[in-house]
């Protein structure tokens, strides 16, 4: 960063020497003696061109780090422009730069600008290694600042500032050539004092500099990695070799994968819940540690970008609808519509509405984000899929690959899990909450429409039907009951449960013919017992029959 924040400054000051030229020549050269004042002096030279150094230096060390080179088009776009434009610069540099050094004499903007203007090919040239140079400079900033808060407040403002640097410098050059005599096209970069074999040999010896570091990088990224991992996702597992890390494994194997800063670890939207294998892995970087501590992340929580497994792990991206839960790929039957048994969640927060008042816009939002991650986590640790979150509600479906009793046992698992993520949500937060997060959940098994609704990029595997329409209005029972759970007697039988001695309630559903045995739940947590009472009946083999 401190490179790039150098070369962008230097690039900006000679750039605004340029737009003078829409003042004059004169202009152009009363400010190119404080620019060389600066740039040309020891300590100038030495952070341009140490900048300059350590920056491609550490280019191609993050290319050569690169397992895979899939990657969104504007971090391609950033490496391209970086290690392209050098080439474009480097007679230019040598004939103004390199030609001072050694004559103690240096060509100024009356000669420069119409050895360019003659000569098509260069002005081109040139024209477009400044825009190169700009362009890379800008994704670099992009990639750094886009994830900060003050950001879109004052995007337009540096929108306009990065169009206008480069056009202006443009047209400061076109004018201020124009405003000059032309000179022979053979007399561009004439050397002054100095042999032009000498200027030949340095532009050679630079140009395979240049190339053979870029292409010993390249060749080094070919020599094979022994060993390989499989890094498992909620819908698939992939192997890779290992020095991969789970950014690059998931793009290079298709697997959307948000990164909003382009895999530097300065953001967390890369972030994965490692659910099996984190004991195996290398422990997390200084930097890794201060971008998870910034966000509280838990200990299960790892960047995607840094982690870099040499063991089997098991993980689950956080953020993105795509990477909530667990991520179905519908065939065309199921994409058409198809009716299949289910058990259906639905849980809601209880007053939170009064809660966002009292909270600032930040507090409310990560709060709300930690409950999404509680339910998701319950939800797909259970064997389920979060269809949707609804404002402070969601949405989750078991049943869509397995049978109705498996599904209606997933379900219930759930909402325990989520009572107690519940409870350590309310004990993490204590000292910020006037009162404890509370809330309501309905349960209801059944047929439904299983299938691809929606528009365009809005629409996603989801269910409709009459089980969807009793599920949700169960929730509202359990608020009405003030009780965490209100499940349908039809999704306990099915899980295999026996509770002969709870009460149930018949109640009637807007909607829906005749009543629905229900059954009201103070505390979803109840369930654990039940349920582990009737596995372990399970397990207990058939006595044999006396004689």
């Not at 434009?85 to 600008?113: K, W």
């Not at 090919?121 to 290694?129: E, G, I, K, M, P």
Request: overall charge positive.
């Amino acid at each position: 960063m401190l490179t790039g924040v150098c070369l962008g400054l230097f690039l900006l000051t000679h750039f605004s020497n340029h737009a003078l030229g829409l003042v004059s020549v004169e202009a152009m050269e009363n400010m190119r003696r404080i620019f060389n004042f600066v740039w040309r002096s020891w300590p100038g030279t030495i952070l341009l061109y140490g900048s300059l150094l350590v920056h491609f230096v550490l280019s191609l060390e993050s290319l050569y780090r690169r397992q895979t080179l899939r990657m969104p088009i504007r971090e391609a776009l950033k490496i391209v422009f970086g290690l392209s434009f050098p080439f474009l610069l480097v007679s230019h540099v040598i004939n103004t730069r390199i030609e001072s050094a050694l004559t103690g004499y240096g060509d100024g903007y009356y000669e420069v600008l119409p050895r360019l203007w003659s000569n098509p090919l260069t002005a081109s040239t040139q024209s477009a290694a400044l825009v190169l140079a700009w362009s890379h400079g800008c994704l670099g900033f992009w990639f750094w600042m886009r994830g900060r808060d003050w950001y879109p407040r004052y995007f337009l403002l540096i929108y306009s500032f990065a169009l206008l640097v480069p056009l202006l410098a443009l047209l400061g050059f076109v004018v201020g050539a124009r405003s000059i005599p032309a000179i022979p096209s053979d007399a561009w970069f004439k050397p002054v004092r100095t042999s032009p074999e000498i200027l030949s040999d340095i532009r050679v010896t630079i140009f395979v500099t240049l190339m053979t570091a870029i292409g010993v990088t390249l060749i080094a990224r070919l020599i094979p990695v022994r060993g390989k991992i499989r890094i498992t996702y909620p819908d698939r597992a992939i192997s890779v070799a290992k020095g991969f890390s789970v950014l690059e494994a998931s793009r290079a194997a298709g697997i959307p994968h948000l990164s909003i800063c382009g895999g530097r670890g300065r953001c967390s939207t890369c972030r994965v819940r490692v659910t099996e294998g984190l004991e195996r892995q290398p422990p997390a970087t200084e930097a890794e540690r201060a971008t998870l501590a910034r966000i509280r992340a838990p200990d299960n929580v790892r960047l995607a970008c840094q982690l870099r497994p040499n063991h089997n792990l098991s993980i689950s991206p956080i953020l993105g609808a795509d990477n909530v839960g667990l991520k179905i790929q519908p065939s065309e039957q199921e994409a058409a519509g198809r009716e299949r048994r289910i058990a259906v969640l639905f849980c809601d927060l209880r007053d939170f509405t009064l809660l966002a008042q009292q909270q600032l816009p930040f507090d409310t939002v990560f709060l709300l984000n930690r409950y999404f991650e509680t339910i998701g986590e319950a939800v797909e640790e259970s064997g389920g899929m979060i269809d949707k979150f609804i404002g402070d509600g969601a949405l989750a479906i078991f049943g869509l690959n397995n049978s109705i009793e498996e599904a209606c046992a997933q379900a219930l698992t759930a909402t325990v899990r989520i009572a107690k993520g519940v409870d350590v949500l309310n004990r993490n937060f204590m000292s910020e909450l006037d009162k404890p997060l509370r809330i309501a959940m309905g349960m209801h098994a059944g047929p439904a429409i299983i299938g691809q609704i929606g528009y365009g990029k809005a629409s996603a595997l989801t269910a409709v039907g009459d089980t969807i329409n009793a599920a949700s209005r169960l929730e509202g029972f359990a608020k009405e009951y003030d009780a965490q759970l209100a499940v349908s007697a039809d999704v306990v039988r099915y899980a295999g449960l026996t509770v002969n001695n709870r009460e149930s309630y018949n109640i009637s559903i807007r909607g829906r013919t005749g009543t629905l045995e229900t059954l009201i739940v103070q505390n979803a947590s109840e369930f654990e017992a039940l349920m582990a009472a009737a596995a372990q009946k399970q397990d207990v083999p058939s006595q044999p029959a006396a004689r």
